[in-house]
C-alpha cells in the first residue's frame, strides 16, 4: 500500500497544474463556440458562465461578444445581440414583431394594466418593500395587483421586515428586467430625468395644439365627462382575476 503524505499531495497538485491547458485568449476562436450557445439558451447568458464554459479568459469572452455585437449591428440582419439581464441574448429586431406574430399566430399581447404598472413601478424604485408600504402609497388595496405581478414573475419575495407582524418584502426579478429591457436597476430611468421628459412633452403639445379657433368663431371649452364609477373615474379597482 502506498502511503500518501504532504509530498505526494504537492506533487499531485503541481502536476495538475501543469496538464492543465491556458485558458483561450483569442476572441476570434471562440465567437463561434460564444453564438452557438447565445442562440441555443432561452435566457440570457452571464460572462463568467461563457468563459468557464469556453475555458477561455474573461477578456476574450469580452471580445468575441463584442465581435458579434458588431456584425449583429450591421444592416440588414434579422437578429441583434443585447446586454439585459447580466448576461447576453440574441432577439429579433422589433420592426418584424409584426410578422413573427403571424407566422407563430400570436393574437393576443400581453399588457399590464395602469394599477400593475404602478403598484411594479413602486417596487421597483423602493425595493425591498412591504405590501403595507405600497398601499400607503397608492391609497387602495393593492393584494391582488400583487398577486398578478407574481404570476407574471416580475415580483419575488425577499425575507421579512423585523416589524410588528413581520410582513414579507418584495422586490423585482430578473424577469423584470428582461421584459423591460434592463441590464440592471441601475438603468431605471432617475425620477427627475421622467420629470424633465414630461415637462418637455407637455411643452411639445402645448405649441402644437391650436390657440385660438378661426376668425368669426367662439371656441367653447368641451367640459370632458367623467368615466363609470366616480368623478375621478376609479382606474385603481381591483383587477379581476381569469
Request: proline residues 9%; charged residues 30%.
Amino acid at each position: 500500500m502506498t502511503e500518501s503524505g504532504p509530498d505526494t499531495n504537492a506533487a499531485v497538485a503541481d502536476a495538475e497544474k501543469v496538464e492543465r491547458p491556458p485558458r483561450e485568449t483569442s476572441p476570434d476562436r471562440i465567437a463561434p463556440a460564444v453564438e452557438s450557445v447565445l442562440f441555443s439558451s432561452a435566457r440570457p447568458v452571464k460572462e463568467r458562465d461563457l468563459a468557464e464554459l469556453l475555458d477561455a479568459t474573461p477578456a476574450a469572452v469580452t471580445g468575441a461578444l463584442e465581435l458579434l455585437r458588431g456584425r449583429t449591428d450591421e444592416e440588414g440582419r434579422g437578429v441583434r445581440l443585447e446586454k439585459v439581464a447580466g448576461g447576453w441574448r440574441f432577439v429579433t429586431r422589433p420592426e418584424f414583431d409584426g410578422l413573427l406574430r403571424r407566422f407563430h399566430e400570436v393574437t393576443e399581447r400581453s399588457r399590464l394594466s395602469l394599477a400593475a404598472l404602478e403598484t411594479l413601478a413602486i417596487i421597483a424604485y423602493r425595493q425591498p418593500i412591504t405590501l403595507p408600504e405600497i398601499q400607503e402609497i397608492r391609497g387602495v388595496n393593492c393584494a391582488s395587483v400583487l398577486k398578478t405581478l407574481f404570476e407574471k414573475k416580475l415580483v419575488t419575495t425577499a425575507g421579512k421586515k423585523a416589524v410588528v407582524g413581520t410582513p414579507f418584502l418584495y422586490r423585482t426579478t430578473p424577469d423584470f428586467l428582461m421584459r423591460f429591457g434592463l441590464n440592471d436597476l441601475d438603468d431605471l430611468p432617475r425620477p427627475e430625468d421622467l420629470d424633465a421628459d414630461l415637462a418637455a412633452t407637455l411643452e411639445a403639445r402645448e405649441i402644437a395644439a391650436p390657440t385660438a379657433g378661426p376668425p368669426g368663431i367662439r371656441v367653447e371649452p368641451v367640459e370632458a365627462e367623467a368615466p363609470d364609477g366616480g368623478e375621478d373615474g376609479d382606474i385603481d379597482a381591483p383587477i379581476p382575476e381569469d
